[in-house]
């Protein structure tokens, strides 16, 4: 079985700016490339497990998405980093395009994104952990056994009294070199 670290997509790799969905929009928070470099040094498989709302609501299409994800991509290649997947979660209940508008098993806090690449990619949940910035995010990891690191960056901040973090980082550095590689 392999190990693996998940990674929240806005506030965690980039700024979370509200529904990013445009390549000029984008910006990766610092540290995120020596980080995540570290992380596939040591070999850990490298997912990012995204809510999407943003598609369901109608703000933007999941073409824009995939059209963002692949420079991300793109970008961490340059780096030398390869994300093994990324999985994203297009719906949400009360939204208005009707496909996406739906209660959904993998819409965090729900684990269903996890829980997929568990089974598609044989991970150990055991030596496996998610860098988060919700509260949502924690849930989804601990549902799935997996340690969870809440990032101050994004809405970090506004979770860390009432967290159920394994971890409270200042950033995704931090929580790689005190938390996960310690």
Request: with cysteine; hydrophobic share 35%.
């Amino acid at each position: 079985m392999k190990k693996a670290v998940f990674l929240d997509r806005d506030g965690v790799i980039n700024e979370d700016k509200g529904y990013v969905h445009k390549i000029e929009d984008f910006k990766f928070i610092p540290n995120v490339f020596t980080a995540l470099k570290k992380l596939q040094d040591a070999g850990y498989e490298l997912f990012i497990v995204t809510n999407q709302s943003g598609i369901a609501v109608g703000y933007y299409t999941e073409e824009d998405f995939k059209k963002l994800t692949e420079y991300m991509l793109k970008e961490f290649e340059k780096e030398g980093i390869k994300i093994t997947k990324v999985y994203y979660c297009p719906h949400h209940e009360n939204g208005i395009i009707e496909e996406y508008a739906i209660k959904c098993d993998c819409r965090k806090p729900e684990s269903g994104m996890i829980k997929q690449a568990i089974k598609e990619f044989n991970i150990d949940p055991n030596q496996s952990f998610l860098i988060g910035d919700k509260e949502n995010d924690i849930i989804a990891a601990h549902k799935e056994g997996i340690k969870a690191a809440l990032v101050k960056t994004g809405q970090g901040l506004k979770y860390i009294q009432n967290t159920t973090a394994d971890y409270i980082g200042e950033d995704i550095l931090d929580v790689v070199e005190n938390f996960i590689l310690k």
